[in-house]
């Protein structure tokens, strides 16, 4: 609970209800992916080393649920948004920084650790509803 409220605080999370196998799926996908990210972590330097990790965490969570939306590829769409976007979107919103605040990638790549583990608890929250 503590850590949304810090990672609300820092960025409103996203309105994201697991209430399905398939988001929940969603969910564990981009956690998996932000928490890999996160292992795997390359020693930037320079103004825009946040702003990379940015986009290269993004990019592992893009990959990640890609396979989980291959049938929008058969299906019409507004052409915007995707189901996942949200959750993808959230990990440049924790990058942005507010004014007179310097990038600071050691504590982004803490805030991410967070909404990975968010991510986690907030899917194995969810049960599916028997109907027999």
């Known amino acids: 609970m503590a850590r949304a409220a810090s990672l609300d605080a820092r960025y409103p999370l996203p309105d994201w209800t697991v209430d399905t196998g398939f988001k929940r799926d969603l969910t564990l996908a981009v956690a998996a992916a932000v928490r890999n990210a996160v ?3 390359p020693d930037l330097e320079g103004p825009q080393a946040q702003s990379v990790h940015a986009a290269r965490v993004t990019a592992a969570a893009r990959a990640a649920i890609a396979p989980l939306l291959t049938w929008l590829e058969e ?4 052409g915007v948004g995707y189901p996942g976007d949200p959750l993808v979107s959230y990990i440049g919103q ?5 004014p007179g605040e310097a990038p600071d990638p050691g504590h982004y790549r ?3 650790r967070d909404y990975s583990r968010h991510l986690t608890e907030q899917a194995g929250r969810f049960s599916p509803t028997r109907t027999d």
């Open 39 to 41: 292992q795997d972590w």
């Open 75 to 78: 299906s019409p769409g507004d």
């Open 94 to 98: 924790l990058a942005l920084t507010r």
């Open 110 to 112: 803490e805030l991410l």
